[in-house]
């Protein structure tokens, strides 16, 4: 895959890692000041909740995050590129621990590997035959 297809890759992941973390701060903020969101109060909150600077950032970076998806899936197979999305878990981890201070164990460390090798093992341009 081209440098340039990776990087589009990498820049549309890292954006929606970043609105997620947004998500987290603007919820942690709500939640400080309003109270709890449930299943049975999340309607009511809603305007109150997409009103706020932290969760009108991270729609931002979901809306740019698409449009960087929607031009390297025009030139890619969804196959080789969507297995890509995997790294969000390793970027939001990343985030978590050093924005939101977040402890990581081994576990999950472990788990950020095989993600890693995963990615690596699917996103392989050639495509062989099993018979």
């Not at 706020?52 to 890619?76: D, E, G, H």
Request: proline residues 3%; positive net charge.
């Amino acid at each position: 895959m081209p440098v340039k297809d990776l990087l589009i890759i990498i820049t549309a992941i890292l954006l929606g890692s970043i609105g997620q973390l947004f998500i987290k701060t603007g919820l942690n903020s709500f939640t400080s000041r309003f109270g709890s969101i449930s299943l049975s109060t999340v309607w009511s909150k809603l305007p109150a909740i997409v009103s706020m600077p932290q969760i009108i950032i991270a729609i931002i970076c979901f809306a740019i995050s698409a449009t960087f998806w929607c031009v390297v899936m025009s030139k890619r197979d969804l196959s080789q590129v969507y297995p890509f999305i995997a790294l969000a878990h390793v970027f939001v981890v990343l985030m978590a621990y050093f924005v939101l201070k977040e402890q990581i164990g081994v576990l999950r460390i472990a788990g950020i590997a095989i993600i890693i090798i995963g990615v690596i093992v699917l996103a392989q341009d050639k495509v062989t035959s099993l018979g």
